[in-house]
């Protein structure tokens, strides 16, 4: 006898293609009527998750809160999920899934007296590797998710133990019949449940009730149940009980069967989701390193402020609400899209603001009349060493000044100074510096008038003046060779730069820049633009996307931004018809590794903008950072959420790759190809025809940045990636202490 345990439940997406407040609206409604349905039939249970749907009920409807509690108290209204949301299981870092367990268990604990051991992301586009670690750190020992569907991934069964890297382990279940149902007949719905069980197991789940925007079990549905429970297939092999997820896990471990097991992640589903609407990618990660560097000062300087810390889980509770699988998905409505963007940087000046208030609280009195001091902190737990920058407040005149910076003993520090972020007046500090763990360092700086006061040591020499960009011209013509190009007679002797002819060498970098393509060593990079009539999800692409490519960047004005001791800098502007790219180059002294800052203003719709890295050999092997640590993944082609950076191996050697703001990838024998941005229209889904709103929002069009750093000699160890990503997430605060 298969016994199946009917999950009565009402997924409710709190932005979609509705408002925030209409989410809120739909919970009270949805709350009501499973309050309703459970005094009207003693025998029906109702499932729930998330901390941010009760806390709506808690704040809004006290009434209705107490029948909730009443519920839970009696067991018929079961709490799962443990988190705030059910968020995008995919771009989230380790830390968010810690504090969306920490947060949401807390407050069932304050609100119910109880915790869950139930996660719960039932319409998540995909799932990290490192999730069953960090639901096992929070006490969860099982997981209910319904994608990748049966279609998208094959599994063993729909039971199974599911196994990060690390060996952690829980009981998973695949919903292999949707989440939502809202037929009264549910005949259909038990059959499927009970297809794909492990051998020798005798307990299934079928979820049913109406949902998205919330609804429930209808009374029908309860009905249909209540008269068919005990036979629903005919033949008498199967009955159907009103249950719930918990008491189907226990059901389970009873009967002690060995479930198969699944290791790594769960992919894939909707790829298009890793990376479209990069404002709100961009801003949720700007706000978990915002918090997760607020925090860590927190625990060096402020461990017992109680003020501080209520703060800093305001601020995290919001970052937690605004990871919800549709918003971080990228497939919200265009406003709710710009309001949840707005509270991950609010979330994120939150955190800034606290990290301000903690470090000047600490060491505000550490200036000392007549000295210029910068203060350099590092409130991680490892040491930060590298190079930083810093705009002290310098009043008119700095063009007229050297400066230089001399350590706590009056040694003087490697001191290079730039461009600074304005246009006007001052200057920017480069500077070599090791801080240990959570601790401060402060320098003086000298200010001197300048010696030879007629040479700037931020040169800007055009090598190309012939090549000047073109307004909205269509692709550049393929078969012109670039302008000659002759090295300038540098007035620099002490720049990294060597130059020969259009090739730029700073110790083992080599970098040349050619119309169609970067070469850096044997490595050539390549800015393609790439044809994507897919919807939002790309719902039509499969696990990967179609490859039609439109054509590359062209590169002209390339020049010599900055030729310092310490750092140099090559710029170059592309074009492809009518979005611009302006490309630096930097290299920094007694480093291998070659930083790129792209500034790009993206004008193409229903296009996708990729960075490829063509290897000199066929890659061999792959590593990619993704959420919770590293992963080793295929050269298969398929489109994968990116989580910092990857580590490639060819030939004898391989390739490096930090890019803290790239959200997605994919990578085979001949290329790794960076998804950068795609441009659907906003919230489109198959099969809408986009031809009939030809004003309709398009995403992610406008200015955006990119930081990557490539080592293009040297294949780094996992930790040395991470460490390189965290320092550049969360580079020591520094300020001018005067
Ligand atoms: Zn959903």
């Known amino acids: 006898m298969i016994t199946v345990h009917m999950i009565g439940n009402a997924h409710l997406d709190p932005i979609w293609l509705w408002r925030k407040e209409d989410g809120v609206d739909a919970v009270l409604a949805t709350t009501r009527s499973a309050c309703d349905r459970l005094d009207e039939y003693p025998e029906f ?150 297809q794909f069980l492990p051998p020798g197991v005798e307990h299934a789940m079928c979820f049913y009730g109406v949902g998205d925007h919330g609804g429930g079990p209808t009374k029908e549905q309860i009905e249909w149940l209540l008269a068919n429970g005990g036979d629903p297939l005919g033949g008498g092999s199967v009955r159907a009980i009103f249950s719930h997820p918990r008491a189907a896990f226990d059901a389970l471990a009873k009967q002690n069967v060995t479930l198969p097991l699944v290791a790594g992640e769960l992919q894939h589903h909707a790829v298009g989701c890793y990376s479209v609407e990069r404002r709100i990618k961009l801003s949720m990660r700007f706000a978990e390193g915002r918090l997760m560097q607020a925090q860590q000062a927190a625990d060096w300087l402020a461990p017992n402020d109680d003020g501080l810390q209520a703060d800093l889980d305001d601020a995290w509770e919001s970052l937690c609400f605004n990871q919800f699988h549709d918003i971080l998905g990228g497939t919200c409505l265009w406003n709710a899209s710009t309001l949840a963007t707005g509270e991950l940087i609010a979330a994120g000046a939150k955190a800034n603001d606290a990290l301000t208030a903690v470090t000047r609280r600490a060491m505000g009195d550490l200036s000392k009349p007549g000295e210029h001091r910068i203060v350099a902190a590092n409130p991680a737990d490892r040491e930060f060493t590298g190079f930083l920058t810093h705009e002290p407040w310098v009043r008119h005149g ?264 790239v959200f997605s990838a994919n990578a085979t024998p001949e290329a790794v190809t960076l998804t950068l941005l795609r441009s659907p229209l906003v919230a489109h889904h198959d099969p809408f025809d986009p031809a009939r709103r030809p004003d309709h ?23 040395q990636l991470i460490r390189h990503v965290d320092q550049h997430l969360m580079p020591p605060v520094v300020w001018d202490a005067t």
């Not at 002819?501 to 390549?526: M, S």
């Not at 001791?565 to 790219?581: I, T, Y």
């Not at 990557?708 to 930790?719: D, V």
């Open 45 to 194: 249970i109702f499932t729930c998750s998330t901390s941010w749907y009760h806390r709506q009920v808690e704040m809004l409807a006290p009434a209705l809160w107490d029948r909730v509690r009443r519920f839970v108290a009696q067991g018929r209204w079961q709490l799962v999920g443990g988190m705030v949301v059910q968020p995008d299981c995919n771009l989230p870092s380790a830390e968010s899934f810690d504090k969306q367990l920490e947060l949401g268990q807390r407050y069932f604990e304050r609100a119910f007296g109880r915790r869950t051991s139930v996660g719960y992301n039932v319409d998540s586009f995909g799932h990290t590797a490192w999730l069953p670690q960090r639901l096992r750190r929070a006490g969860i020992d099982a997981y209910c998710f319904m994608r990748p569907g049966p279609h998208e991934m094959d599994l063993p069964a729909d039971f199974f133990r599911w196994q990060s890297p690390d060996g952690s382990e829980v009981t998973a279940f695949r919903i292999g019949s949707p989440y939502c149902y809202a037929a009264t007949d549910l005949r259909a719905h038990i059959e499927r449940a009970v």
């Open 398 to 661: 700095a063009e007229a000044l050297d400066f230089q910076l001399f350590d706590e003993q009056g040694q003087p520090v490697p001191t290079q100074t730039q461009d600074p972020s304005y246009m006007v007046c001052s200057t920017q500090l480069l500077f070599p510096l090791t801080i240990p763990a959570r601790s401060r360092r402060v320098l003086e700086l000298r200010m001197t008038p300048k010696r030879d006061a007629g040479v700037s040591p931020a040169l800007d020499v055009p090598l190309d003046q012939s090549t000047e960009v073109k307004e909205s011209t269509s692709q550049p013509d393929a078969g012109k060779m670039p302008a000659s190009r002759e090295a300038p007679a540098l007035d620099a002797p002490q720049g990294l730069l060597r130059i020969d002819g259009d090739t730029f060498a700073a110790g083992d970098v080599r970098l040349i820049v050619g119309e169609r393509d970067l070469r850096i060593n044997d490595w050539r990079l390549r800015l393609d633009v790439v044809d994507d009539p897919t919807d939002t999800w790309s719902h039509s692409a499969g696990n990967r996307f179609a490859d039609e490519t439109l054509g590359a960047f062209a590169w002209s004005q390339t020049a010599v931004a900055n030729n310092g001791p310490l750092r140099a800098d090559v710029r170059s502007l592309g074009q492809f018809d009518r979005s611009l790219a302006w490309c630096r180059a930097m290299v920094h002294k007694d480093s291998d590794a070659l930083s790129i800052l792209l500034r790009v203003t993206w004008a193409q719709a229903r296009q996708r903008l990729c960075l490829r890295l063509i290897p000199p050999s066929p890659i061999r092997e792959r590593t990619d950072l993704v959420s919770g640590g590293p992963l080793s993944r295929n050269l298969n082609g398929c489109e994968y959420p990116l989580g910092g950076g990857m580590i490639v191996r060819c030939g004898a050697g391989g390739l490096t790759l930090a890019a803290p703001d």
């Open 697 to 719: 929002p398009v995403t992610d069009q406008g200015s955006h940045e990119f930081h990557l750093t490539l080592w293009p000699t040297a294949t780094l160890t996992p930790p």
